[in-house]
């Protein structure tokens, strides 16, 4: 697609609720990433994938934390037993891998308020 | 992993003046140093970036300056205009992998018409 697409754009749960939020990168972009950006902070990193590596997962905060990616296609970021500290704006972003030029591109985020 | 820091947390310019922000970065391998401007309810957009082998770079009212042996750099906007109210991040590639950006905590830069 013409850029990061993610879905859904605002998620409203229970406290202990496992959620899914789904990410669709930039065609032909091979790098994919998360991020969380708590409400007035910055974006803290979760994890990283890049092609067919195993990911990177040393931001995750907890094991209630998850993300899969097929190949260089969407990803899902999954958080089970939700908590209210879960509450953020989980942020997809793509790039087109060691090519610095092109940076990283995000999508509008995922809302996530934990009730 | 890397850690960058970023102050101000807040910055207040009259329309037509300058802002300065500044980031320090803790991993002397770290060698791209992009800048995002993120307005209200919006996502980062990625402004000016520089990479470890130039001192400077500029793209019309914004400019990046690194020092590398301080592991500092600055963004500087001139000629602010209200439009470049916003949240700017700066970021440092992580040693963990050639793409992985770590963000500054932001500053909120108010313009004031």
């Known amino acids: 697609g013409a850029g990061v697409s993610q879905s859904p754009s605002n998620k409203v749960t229970e406290k202990g609720k496992d959620v899914e939020l789904r990410c669709d990168p930039i065609?032909?972009?091979?790098?994919l990433y998360w991020y969380r950006q708590r409400l007035g902070q910055g974006l803290e990193f979760l994890i990283y994938?890049?092609?067919?590596?195993?990911?990177?997962k040393s931001g995750l905060p907890s094991d209630r934390f998850s993300a899969e990616r097929t190949g260089e296609s969407v990803s899902t970021l999954t958080i089970q037993r939700t908590q209210q500290e879960d509450s953020a704006v989980y942020l997809c972003?793509?790039?087109?891998?060691?090519?610095?030029?092109?940076?990283?591109?995000f999508g509008s985020g995922t809302r996530l308020t934990v009730v | 992993g890397e850690n960058v820091e970023q102050h101000p947390s807040t910055l207040s310019v009259q329309e037509g003046d300058s802002a300065v922000i500044k980031c320090t970065y803790s991993?002397?391998?770290?060698?791209?140093f992009p800048w995002y401007k993120q307005e209200l309810g919006k996502r980062p957009q990625l402004i000016i970036d520089?990479?470890?082998?130039?001192g400077e770079k500029k793209d019309q009212r914004i400019a990046v300056t690194l020092n590398k042996t301080a592991k500092h750099f600055s963004l500087h906007i001139t000629e602010t205009q209200p439009e470049d109210s916003a949240v700017y991040f700066c970021?440092?590639?992580?040693?963990?992998?050639?793409?992985?950006?770590?963000f500054g905590t932001g500053t909120r830069l108010t313009v004031i018409p």
């Open positions: 972003a793509s790039s087109l891998g060691g090519d610095f030029r092109y940076g990283y591109t």
């Open positions: 065609s032909g972009h091979t790098a």
């Open positions: 994938f890049q092609g067919n590596s195993a990911p990177d």
């Open positions: 991993d002397s391998a770290s060698n791209y």
């Open positions: 520089i990479r470890s082998n130039v």
């Open positions: 970021a440092a590639i992580g040693r963990t992998g050639a793409n992985n950006l770590f």
